[in-house]
Every structure is written in C-alpha cells, then in structure tokens.
C-alpha cells in the first residue's frame, strides 16, 4: 500500500498491522520507537495525567504499546503507523 491508502485507514487498523508485523518480524527498533512516542501522544490527545504513568513505568508503555490503536490515542499515532507501514509494504 503506498501513504495515500494507508492513510485512508483507520488509526486500529493501522496499529494492528504495524505492531503485527514489527512483532512477526522482531522488530523491536519499531516497538521501541512507538513506547517512546507515546507518552508524547498521550499527552496530545489529552491524557496527561497518563503521560506521568508511562514515563515511570515500562509495563505501562509495553501495555499502551499493544492497545495503541484504539480512540484518540491511536489517531494521534496515525503518522507513526503511516510512516512505519510505509517502509514495509509487505505488511
């Protein structure tokens, strides 16, 4: 798929294919990259009191990192996931 299409997509859809396949294919540099953006995501989509939580917490970032595709946080995580889905068209 190029941008375009995967930008036509749901945030869910594309959290799911992206960590589906950064997970299938090991890729932990992409798993880290999203536990590092999201507290920045949280903190944009107006969950700052979680942004605190995640910071102090890496099961906290493991467990957002696997439920990041959900409502307003996974639409503030789109470009990640366009960017990352980009980059594997295969996924």
């Given at each position: 798929?190029?941008?375009?299409?995967?930008?036509?997509?749901?945030?869910?859809e594309l959290h799911d294919r992206a960590v589906?396949?950064?997970?299938?294919?090991?890729?932990?540099?992409?798993?880290w990259d999203l536990l590092k953006v999201i507290?920045?995501?949280?903190?944009?989509?107006?969950?700052?009191?979680e942004t605190a939580n995640d910071l102090s917490?890496?099961?906290?970032?493991?467990?957002?990192?696997?439920?990041?595709?959900?409502?307003?946080?996974?639409?503030?995580?789109?470009?990640?996931?366009?960017?990352?889905?980009?980059?594997?068209?295969?996924?």
């Open positions: 798929m190029d941008v375009k299409e995967l930008e036509s997509l749901p945030a869910k589906r396949y950064a997970v299938r294919h090991g890729d932990l540099g992409f798993l507290p920045a995501a949280e903190a944009a989509s107006g969950n700052s009191d917490r890496v099961s906290a970032l493991l467990s957002d990192a696997i439920g990041a595709g959900h409502g307003e946080l996974g639409d503030a995580l789109r470009p990640v996931y366009v960017d990352y889905l980009s980059k594997h068209p295969d996924a």
